[in-house]
């Protein structure tokens, strides 16, 4: 009798099965039929996504030729994993376990962010392990996911926090169980300073700009230190012009915080206001929704290619270069503080690190040489 064996690989950062058998060109050509397979030269084998639709089909299949089918993973048949799964490859009792997390969170006011973070760690997570009910979870399943999926594929220490912080709330707030997550190892966290854009490189991206709407979305973001989504959500009568003050609201940490409103800012807004329009938001996309976020991003991109910048920085570049500028200019620490929106002071004082307010401060020992 003819074996097929099933193995559950990662393979370029997806979770595969892969299938390895004896030459066999009736087991080729039933294998050719199911959807999404795919050859791998390297692998020298065939691989397939790893839903439960797959596995039924290769079950299927297998029976109606005559082929044994073993699961390497386990070491016996799969008849065992065949259950009554959605399309998703999750169990019906996980599935409703995720909904009351999504739930949970929305009720306690997380950010959309938070939301989507975690229950895409959550729902990875449990797609590793298609067998197993969340109450058979141990920490060693943790461990196991940590080493063979995070970090055999390089996922970066931020994705490492962030399932180990998904996994911690979803166990003590849905099944009520500590894991003793705060066993298992953190990684320590790259200290790297952010890039920034000396201020002549930003007044080239701006005047790169001719389309009046994307050159004042570009200045008002580094004119605030504004994060994309606070730009986003601005509506008109966020904009108080006697005051000349901009109120962000609920924010990220759900904090409301007012910012200055730049003179040379105001008048880019009238000019835009005249020939736009706009009615809600104060940056509106088709049909008066809010602006979406890869637009805004492209519109940095292009201006910053338009504009000759070669330095590898992004759109939230902007408000790392705001709060340097700010800091060059004597400002005060807790002031940028407080208009960055951030929690702890220590978050603020990266830009210390990076201000050239305190490197030119220093001479160099090397220029009271006589050489």
Not at 16 to 43: A, D, P, Q, V
């Amino acid at each position: 009798m003819k074996t097929l064996i099933a193995e559950k690989i990662i393979h370029k950062n997806e979770i595969r099965i892969k299938l390895t058998y004896e030459y066999n060109t009736e087991i080729n050509n039933f294998i050719k039929k199911i959807r999404g397979r795919k050859w791998s030269k390297s692998l020298k084998s065939w691989h397939l996504p790893y839903k439960q639709e797959n596995w039924k089909q290769l079950k299927t299949l297998c029976e109606k030729h005559n082929v044994k089918l073993l699961n390497k993973n386990y070491g016996k048949s799969t008849s065992n994993i065949i259950q009554n799964k959605s399309n998703n490859n999750m169990l019906p009792e996980v599935q409703k376990s995720v909904s009351e997390f999504k739930q949970f969170m929305t009720e306690k006011r997380f950010s959309p962010n938070t939301i989507k973070t975690y229950l895409n760690s959550v729902n990875k997570f449990f797609e590793y392990y298609p067998t197993k009910m969340p109450d058979e979870i141990s920490l060693n399943d943790i461990r196991n996911f940590n080493t063979e999926y995070v970090i055999k594929n390089n996922l970066s220490i931020s994705y490492q926090n962030q399932l180990i912080n998904a996994l911690k709330t979803f166990y003590q707030k849905i099944y009520n169980k500590n894991l003793n997550i705060n066993l298992l190892e953190r990684p320590v966290k790259q200290k790297q300073l952010p890039d920034v854009l000396s201020q002549q490189e930003v007044k080239q991206i701006i005047t790169s700009i001719k389309n009046i709407k994307h050159k004042t979305i570009i200045s008002l973001i580094y004119s605030a230190g504004l994060r994309r989504s606070e730009l986003i959500n601005f509506k008109i009568k966020d904009i108080d012009s006697e005051r000349k003050t901009i109120k962000i609201s609920q924010s990220k940490g759900n904090k409301d915080r007012y910012v200055g409103l730049s003179e040379k800012i105001l008048l880019m807004l009238r000019q835009y206001y005249k020939e736009y329009r706009p009615e809600k938001w104060l940056f509106e996309g088709a049909g008066g929704k809010q602006y979406s976020p890869s637009s805004i991003r492209s519109i940095f991109e292009r201006a910053k290619k338009d504009a000759g910048i070669s330095k590898k920085i992004t759109l939230h570049g902007l408000r790392h270069s705001y709060a340097t500028h700010l800091h060059e200019k004597g400002i005060d620490i807790r002031v940028i503080q407080e208009l960055l929106g951030h929690n702890s002071i220590k978050t603020t004082e990266i830009y210390t690190h990076i201000s050239k307010k305190r490197i030119n401060d220093v001479r160099s020992p090397l220029d009271d040489l006589d050489i």
